[in-house]
């Protein structure tokens, strides 16, 4: 695949994630988005509060909005999926110390 086909199914992943679209997240990873990119900008010292990667999108969205039930529940849908394409679990378990504690 092409750096730029990668770079188009790595955004529509993220973009998929924010918008909590459970179907396009899964047909972003089965057209071989990385579970793991990272934005281009996670740098500086407040690299590690952001929602770099796609599951770190995930702990930032349950944390920062009002979500019904059926979006908590495409939010846990998303995360199973990025976590069976090999989402790094680790990562996002800084961003969400950070948050909310241990």
Known sequence: ???????????ELMSAVEEHDVARVRAALRGGANPNNRRADDNGAEAIMQPSTPLRMVIFRISDCM???NELTSYAEIARALIDAGANRQDA?????????E
């Open 1 to 11: 695949k092409s750096l730029l086909f990668q770079t188009s199914m790595d955004a």
């Open 67 to 69: 979500l019904n039930d």
């Open 93 to 101: 378990m800084i961003l969400a110390r950070h948050r909310y504690g």
